[in-house]
């Protein structure tokens, strides 16, 4: 194999072959191949794309250089959601409990926060005492006792992935399409999946911000996640704000339980059961949308999916106590409520300005060793359409001292702004399978 010659067909416009593939990328992995041919390489594929017989070759390529979680003889199907990332999105720390009280599995990989987005590990660490890095053995017999479990990408899973991805990282290489749905596929498919759904983030939160660049990052996924024989579908959910009403790392978690209660905010909720439904469905133990929400609601107001959440906090070591009184979690030192300036509608709620005020507080990492404050952040009871009062109290900012106070304070005065007119974008916009794309407008 001529590395340089590779690159340049590749910079041509040509398509390597699945042998080639496979040797570059092996090779790559055990450091036979520099990273300065294969950022060249990744540089040309940016440009050039992927085809599908590529795609399908890298992916299951990463998905084999390690291990993968293995419930040969279980007839349990297992299911996950994958979503490409916002500010305040806690939709997988309720669907994990929720759906596994609905005869399905749920063994769910999660990230860290990434740029101005939470991660769904960071969350759970807010929990005293809860582990997520638990061993692919301790996963698989986890979901075969619970239902459920939530863990990182250990170095097992996908170790190819896990050197490109920090390589694409700092060589302007992420946002790329297919080496995107590649990068994701390669770990859900690690996880004996039979069936997957994708929340694609879009709007001004979002990495994915225009919906044409989400329609085609949930095509190019759904192409892969069939090929491989793991049912895909996906939603198109909106981050143009904040999805009511925490951002920061123990208020979401309190966020979650009290929408395991049945009282958390209503658009939450939606989502919940929008996500939840199709998964439900790409698992087949549902037939339509009625029947899955159907379940999912007896499983949130029977208080089987908080139990469940409870017992999950349990088994990976957090203290399940934060259940009944979630003054267990971190607590913030400082908390201001901001009130409206003037009388209107609320025009926008920034979701990025949100996102990246979260980690000015604490709340997120600056560099990658930097340790994190849980207890930081906002909560934020408008969005854009509602109509407030001069006076009205619309969000507070949970600080650990007076210097986080007044960046939190200038952050939200930066992101809600209130006018004369503001409308809201569907909850959730479109449904993607393989047989074709519908527009839903879910408000
Ligand atoms: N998430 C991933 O896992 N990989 C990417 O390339 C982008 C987001």
Not at 70 to 82: A, E, I, L, Q
Not at 141 to 146: D, E, K, Y
Not at 262 to 282: F, K
């Amino acid at each position: 194999m001529v590395v340089a010659s590779l690159i340049e067909r590749k910079r041509g416009g040509e398509a390597l072959t699945a042998p080639e593939w496979r040797e570059l990328l092996q090779a790559y992995g055990t450091d036979a191949v520099p990273d300065y041919q294969m950022a060249a390489l990744l540089m040309a594929v940016f440009f050039q794309g992927l085809t599908a017989e590529e795609l399908y070759t890298v992916t299951d390529t990463m998905l084999h250089s390690g291990a993968s979680l293995d419930f040969d003889g279980w007839d349990t199907p297992r299911v996950d959601k994958h979503s490409t990332g916002g500010v305040g999105d806690k939709t997988s720390i309720v669907l994990a409990p929720l759906l596994a009280c609905c005869d399905v599995a749920v063994p769910m990989l999660s990230g860290r926060g990434l740029g101005h987005t939470g991660g769904t590990l960071d969350k759970l660490e807010s929990i005293p005492g809860f582990r997520t890095g638990l061993s692919l053995e301790e996963a698989e017999r986890q979901v075969r006792t619970l239902g459920c479990a939530m863990l990182g990408q250990s170095r097992d899973i996908a170790p190819i992935d896990r050197k490109l991805y920090a390589l694409r990282d700092v060589t302007a290489t992420i946002e790329s399409i297919p080496l995107i749905a590649a990068s994701i596929m390669s770990k859900k498919l690690a996880e004996g999946l039979n069936g997957l759904v994708l929340d694609v983030k879009t709007g001004s939160g979002a990495f994915m911000v225009d919906v044409e660049d989400a329609l085609a990052l949930a095509r190019t996924t759904i192409e892969l996640g069939e090929a491989h024989g793991c049912r895909t579908t996906a939603l198109l959910t909106a981050m143009d704000r904040p999805p009511r009403w925490s951002v920061g790392n123990s208020l979401e978690i309190e966020e979650c339980i009290s929408t395991l209660q049945g009282e958390g905010p209503s658009d939450l909720a939606e989502v919940i059961l929008a996500l939840g439904s199709e998964m439900l469905m790409s698992a087949g133990v549902a037939g339509d949308p009625t029947e899955a929400r159907c379940r999912l609601e007896d499983a949130l107001a029977s208080g089987k999916a908080l139990e469940r959440f409870a017992a999950l906090i349990e088994a990976q070591g957090g203290n399940p106590a934060i259940i009944d009184d979630p003054a267990v979690l971190p607590q913030a030192e400082e908390i201001e409520v901001l009130e409206a300036s003037a009388a209107g509608v609320v025009q926008s709620v920034e979701p990025r300005r949100i996102g990246l005020a979260v980690i000015e507080l604490g709340g997120g990492r600056q560099r990658l060793d930097d340790d994190i404050d849980p207890s930081v952040g906002f909560v934020i009871s408008v969005k854009p359409g509602d109509r407030v009062a001069a006076g009205e109290a619309i969000a507070s900012v949970f600080a650990r001292d007076a210097e986080g106070i007044r960046a939190g304070r200038a952050a939200l005065e930066e992101a809600i702004v209130i006018g004369e007119v503001g409308s809201l974008t569907p909850l959730v916009s479109h449904r993607v399978t393989a047989a074709g794309t519908e527009v839903l407008e879910v408000t």
